[in-house]
């Protein structure tokens, strides 16, 4: 049974209300959040809503519904969610090449955090990350669960250009630039996928979140390979069920 | 069709933006100053869902290839066409081969250039808005051509009060985390003036602020008009382009037409904050 922990309200705008879970990062919190999502993404009063990792902000049509009747409309679908809106959750597998040409701050990170470079791509490839929702970019992934001898403090000057598709390590976080950005990460590899279609106007990310991400090294040569298939539209995903 | 001869400081194409698609982390865009891109499209017959030209500070030179109405409001720059003045909130009638050019921003920071019937801008995610990363241009170039649509929407709007956006009140709620502040800031935020140090469309960075502080949250949603307060207790209010969550406490959230007040201020500009609370 879903819909057990205490949640809270807040009135954030005229048309919006801030849901709040228990302050705290997990992969069961987020997972209610979407299943929570789902309850109410029909409803007819919903504009659109945005996911923190333990909040919710959804923007309604207030010409129509109070901020108090949504709100007791929100707590009804709370009570009553049930379990069956739970997703069963994928691995998505994603290549990294972590080949020196591809991974600009490599070096300076091994150094600083005083690991080999074989020993960070080992600790970084062998763990899932659970996807907890996008933001920052269109189709970045904020994914949780990274092995804590690979967090950094973030770099104290952003690089002012980060490339597409640049596997980073920021704080206790990594995660993937899906297009070129100025960050502050350590970038320590690139994947050759798309994570973000535009044109895709049901699904423009490429992994739904509450699923989980493991990155599987490629030598430069597979990294070129695969490039060219996503470039002929013919890359298919690698994904398997999870289990505990 | 209107052909670009110059693309001017900051020329982008908006409508109301991008809805519904912030959960994958694209922000809203659409029109920073609302309320004159509404005036606009209304004054001309279009429905206020029309995409405009949103030009910034100065600068864009514009080509008509047939003769259409348009109407220019939000900003008073230095506006000509072929050499003649030419003032906001009124229909006016180009004739073919005019040339319609904006000098500097006289009084406010954007203006909006609505075409009667609308013009053709692909529509990407639901909205024509330019955002990098989405739509292929992220702002208007040199050159760049639009053909006319001629669409026929004889619109009944409303039009709202244009100088409206010149006032420097902000009208603000409490955010989530106003309450992490110390009464000596409340009473500051009440009270002094901020003034703008810089801006673009993703947000407005103001030059004094509140006391430093070690405060931050878990990565939580945010929306156009939320005012976050960063360690150096410097404020950062989020506009239209602004990411979809972040991790600085949200003291307070501006209401629509503020956004609007704020989107039509620039560098050295004085605002003053004023708490209201929601019904």
Redesign the interface.
Known sequence: MVGKYKINF?????N?I?V?WP???SPEISSEINSF?KAIYNGKNI???????????I?FNSENIS?NRFRLYLINIYDKLKEINIVKPSVWEVPVCYDDKLSSDIKEYSKKISLSKDEIIRLHSSKIYYLH????????M?LGGLDSKLQITRKTIPSRRVLKGSVAIGGSQTGIY???SPGGWYVIGNTPINL?D??N?NQ??AIP?SNYVKFTPVSIEEYKLIKDEVKKSEYKFIKREFND | MIEVLDSGYHITVQDRGRSGFSKFGVPVSGSMDYLSSNNANSIVGNTINEPVFEIAMMGGEFLFTEEVDICISGAVFEVKLNNNSIINNTIIRVQKGDVLNFGKALKGFRIYLAISGGFKSDLILKSCSYFDNITPNSVVKKGDRFNLLRNKSKACNFINYPELVFENIIEVSKGPEFNLINNDDVKLLQEQFFTVSSNNRMGYFFENGLSSNSFSIITSPVIPGTIQLTPSGKMIALMKDGQVSGGYPRILQMNYNSISILSQKKQGDRIRFKLINLT
């Open positions: 807040f009135h954030y705008s005229q919006s801030l709040n302050q705290s990062i999502c504009i659109e809503f945005r996911k923190g990792y333990c909040s919710l902000l923007q901020y929702m996008y933001g920052f970019l269109p189709g970045f904020y899906p297009s070129d973000f535009a044109s106007l423009p990310v979140d």
